[in-house]
T-cell receptor
């Protein structure tokens, strides 16, 4: 039972354009969400988070949107840069656990 | 400020053997969790340690065990290794309190079982 799903295994975007990575979840108890970026042979690097009390959080070029009714979140990267090429994971948790459930990742390729 | 450090980075073991992986949390962090990431998958939660006790556990058999030391560092032990245990093992740490919702990962330990 996969509670967090990233249905697009890969995405290609031109440099300078917007990258939109999507994530769906099934457990309505989830109230905290994280996005990580992972380069080959490295551990995941934290990018941005969002609590269920918000519907948007911005940090520089990265914005995460949360639609609780649809159980959907998305990560927007604007403008996309070649260095953003990596695998992106979304993760979800609920209060008091700090046990994160991860999606299977989306490989983003930003074309120069 | 050192981040999460893990050792060894790579190792090869034979089926049936035992392995110990080590993790030092980020400075100021006292909670450590371990994740297994198989090829093409997202990280899967193994367990979490706080105050030297296992606090939560994922869906992993008892062959997977751990320990946390007074300095907050941690070990992951896997007994009776199977081929399917080949994966990247990630350690993550977080501070307690309200700032503790985000977990920070180390570089991981690549385990190959042959």
């Amino acid at each position: 039972d996969q509670q967090v799903k990233q249905n697009s295994p890969s995405l290609s975007v031109q440099e300078g354009r917007i990258s939109i990575l999507n994530c769906d979840y099934t457990n309505s108890m989830f109230d905290y969400f994280l996005w990580y970026k992972k380069y080959p042979a490295e551990g995941p690097t934290f990018l941005i988070s969002i609590s269920s009390i918000k519907d948007k959080n911005e940090d520089g070029r990265f914005t995460v949107f949360l639609n609780k009714s649809a159980k959907h979140l998305s990560l927007h990267i604007v403008p996309s840069q070649p260095g953003d090429s990596a695998v992106y994971f979304c993760a979800a948790s609920y209060s008091g656990t700090y046990k994160y459930i991860f999606g299977t990742g989306t490989r983003l390729k930003v074309l120069a | 400020d050192a981040g999460v450090t893990q050792s060894p980075t790579h190792l090869i073991k034979t089926r049936g053997q035992q392995v110990t992986l080590r993790c030092s949390p980020k400075s100021g962090h006292d909670t450590v969790s371990w994740y297994q990431q198989a090829l093409g998958q997202g990280p899967q939660f193994i367990f979490q340690y706080y105050e030297e006790e296992e606090r939560q556990r994922g869906n992993f058999p008892d062959r997977f065990s751990g320990h946390q030391f007074p300095n907050y560092s941690s070990e992951l032990n896997v007994n009776a290794l199977l081929l399917g245990d080949s994966a990247l093992y990630l350690c993550a740490s977080r501070p307690t309190g309200l700032a503790g919702n985000t977990i920070y990962f180390g570089e991981g330990s690549w385990l190959t079982v042959v």
